[in-house]
């Protein structure tokens, strides 16, 4: 059993920047994939970024990539979410994700745990 928490959000200017944090629980957060998803009001969740067990590769919505940077620190059971140049159209709840595959995918049905979700507002 995986516990994940977010933190991180709130509202920010069009070009501006937040870092999202994800803290999970138990002590085998280093054999998990990570991701981390978004929903807009009225839209489906959508795949925003992944990273493997060991932060060896990282996966990115088209729409984000140069702008958005998802990284781990295992020590410390922690995954981030670097959001930069932000736009009004990345407002959503993002939710953090725990894969027991740890190669990683961009697959909601594939995640096995699902944090509560931390709101992302970006003002025009």
């Known amino acids: 059993q995986v516990q994940l928490v977010e933190n991180g959000g709130g509202l920010v200017q069009a070009g501006g920047s937040l870092r999202l944090s994800c803290a999970a629980s138990?002590?085998?957060?280093?054999?998990?994939?990570m991701g981390w998803f978004r929903q807009a009001p009225g839209k489906e969740r959508e795949f925003v970024a992944a990273?493997?067990?060991?932060?060896?590769?990282?996966y990115y919505k088209d729409s984000v990539k140069g702008r958005f940077s998802i990284s781990r620190d295992n020590p410390k059971n922690t995954v981030y979410l670097q959001m930069n140049s932000l736009k009004a159209e990345d407002t959503a709840v993002y939710y953090c994700a725990a894969d027991s595959n740890p190669h990683g995918s961009s697959g909601y049905a594939d995640y096995d745990y699902w944090g509560q979700g931390t709101q992302v507002t970006v003002s025009a």
């Open positions: 990273i493997n067990w060991n932060g060896g590769r990282t």
């Open positions: 138990g002590r085998t957060f280093s054999s998990y994939a």
